[in-house]
């Protein structure tokens, strides 16, 4: 049985300065002496692994990538996240392409995306990425509104996007992600409708939108939802925040978006293949620190110890070996972020025993009540299911 391709994602944690509201792990003001640091460990790691997983595969599954017999792993998306992977000197990017191609085989038609902060990701930059193989980019641009930029601390403007945008095309990169916020401070639902005609006049592939978090440890959580001009307590703020992406959807939906997961629109054809490893459940591996992987059962992270990293230790943060129990509620609660929801024969195939003799007694009321559908083999929620989804979830896991 040949094993499935998994996705690979590289964490690239560096940015140009550190947004007030954010959580990822990402150091500000990298010197290049650093980026070069990280990037000769992360290429250590990468051959690691290669080696470690390419052992694993029985003779009967491996794969050959050039033509000849390879037992590496091999990959269909490539994904470089961060942080800002686009701030990488040009000799970094070069160096791990170079090691991910001699310890994974990467399929020919595979995705490989790039995240880019439009403050950061000139047209030089992006033609490196492209000449190694980059075929998306997934650029973090928020908002088109000068003064919700500037509450959120970010370093663009909205020609900046338009920028990449146009750089990115020249380049050859012709699947573009864009990335928006819904309840930043100011944000108002006709603020929202004009960034969003703004960003769909320059017809991105894909498009994502996130409600802002005020995540403990930022400052954006120690001034408090007060001082920012955010509604005051959460149920105001959750009403707000699922009116934003209502209207989001509309907008999205009506200029031809498929609405494919939660968070998540798409041209036809260009959902984002990464992503789909996680909410299908299938493996991926991360490398670099604070990335998170699933492989084989089991599911592991690395912490946030750059230190650590840089001197070659092992920074695994927590391992967890996954139950039959474990995965089957995983893969419901993932599934049900898709718009496709769960194939019941491909759970029955997975564990062996019948969704809906399972779950239908639960089903059938949220169905009743139109939040969830039942059709062509496949288990749904609505879109007036998605936004009480975790209600949904509670009473099915
Ligand atoms: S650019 Fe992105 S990763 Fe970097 S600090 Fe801002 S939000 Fe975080």
Redesign the pocket.
Known sequence: MKREPIGLYLHIPF?????P????C?Y?RPTNELMESYTHELVRRIREAGKTYGETLPASVSHSGEGTTSRRLTLDTVYFG???PTLLPPSCIRELFAAIREAFVILPDAEITV?G?P?AAGREALSVWRECGVNRLSL?SQSAQANELKAL??LHRWEDVEKTVTDARAVGIENINLDFMLGIPHQTPASLADTLSRALALEPTHLSAYTLMLEEGTPFHRRGRAALGLPQNEEEADEQAVTLWEQACAILQEAGYEHYEISNFARSGFRSRHNLHTWQCRDYLGLGVAAHSCMNGVRFGQSRDLEGFLAGKDITEFTEILTPADRESECIMLALRLSDGIDEQEFSNRFDKDFWHTYGHICIPFIEKGLMGREGGRVYLTEAGFPVSNAILAELI
């Open positions: 940015c140009r300065s550190k947004c509201y954010c959580d990822f990402s500000p961060g942080g800002t995240e902060n403050a973090g601390g970010r």
